[in-house]
């Protein structure tokens, strides 16, 4: 079984040394519990000279992808910077860390403009975390989680590559339950910032599984006794209509190319969603959300 780093599966908790090693340091206070932030020197460089990170691909930001971090013991986290609000909001949350045993770094205090310009003008609301990767499950591991499960549903994407999009589609699986996210290595963004940003926090509980071959995926999801429901306008029947058995794949493609051929020809059946207006396409996002919304409706 190979694993990718990035979401945690919710069954297989990676471990975090930072949160299970015996040897690691005990849970680190927050501020208002007497530990005060380490404070930038001139240029903004740590207390041990280091400067701020410049890869902000290995950050999260923002107060939600923030605290749902912070708060997974499975999520290793090696820095937080906070500019003076940023920690006023984060220290409740470091300290709820505490109490729950989750070691996490002692937060450094640097200038908005600093966190600005390493962060490339992103917005940040004066939070930043430096992270490592979660663990992902690959297919099998989600037909074993599908077992424990009465209903199941993943989301398949077929070459959908905005970041915001997926970041979305993410934050609308956690809210419907979906078991996890797939999609294909190739072309799909990392889990960076503004992904995770998009995501709101659902990066840590819904895990985003990639796989080299699309095709080949749904075919051990149908073996695996999902069905298999491709999203396309001319689908001969409605989602609604689509909907049968415990577990189902919904699968969606890129806006203006939708689902490549060989992709609609692993899927069980086409469905449309019953639009009427005048635009008669949604964007993949918020297709994703009405149809997890259905299939929770169908429960």
């Not at 500019?83 to 729950?100: D, K, S, Y």
């Amino acid at each position: 079984m190979t694993r990718t780093p990035q979401n945690r599966p919710p069954y297989a908790p990676r471990s975090n040394p930072q949160a299970n090693s015996s040897q690691a340091a005990p849970p680190q206070a927050s501020p208002h519990q007497g530990q005060r932030p380490d404070q930038r020197g001139p240029g903004g460089r740590a207390p041990d000279g280091r400067p701020p990170a410049r890869e902000p691909d290995r950050y999260l930001y923002g107060v939600h992808a923030a605290t749902a971090a912070v708060l997974n013991p499975d999520r290793e986290i090696t820095r937080v910077q906070c500019t003076e609000a940023g920690l006023a909001i984060l220290e409740p949350v470091l300290a709820q860390a505490a109490e729950a045993g989750i070691a996490r770094p002692a937060p450094e205090l640097v200038t908005r403009e600093l966190m600005d310009r390493f962060l490339k003008g992103a917005v940040h609301q004066g939070i930043a975390l430096e992270i490592k990767p979660l663990d992902a499950p690959d297919i099998d591991d989600l037909g074993r989680e599908a077992d424990l499960r009465e209903h199941s549903v993943v989301v398949v994407l077929d070459q959908v590559t905005d970041p915001h999009n997926i970041g979305a589609i993410l934050r609308s699986a956690a809210a419907f339950g979906a078991l996890a996210v797939i999609v294909t290595d190739r072309n799909t963004p990392e889990v960076t910032g503004v992904l995770a940003k998009a995501a709101s926090g659902a990066v840590e509980h819904v895990p985003l599984t990639r796989v080299k071959n699309l095709a080949r995926a749904l075919e051990s999801l149908g073996e695996l006794g999902f069905h298999r429901i491709g999203l396309a306008e001319e689908g001969e029947t409605t989602l609604a209509a689509a909907m049968q058995g415990d577990r189902v794949a919904l699968v969606l493609g890129a806006e203006g190319d939708g689902l490549r051929h060989l992709t609609r020809e692993t899927c069980d059946v086409l469905a449309r969603l019953p639009t009427q207006g005048a635009v008669g396409s949604l964007n993949v996002s918020n297709a994703a959300a009405i149809a997890l919304y259905e299939t929770a409706r169908g429960r």
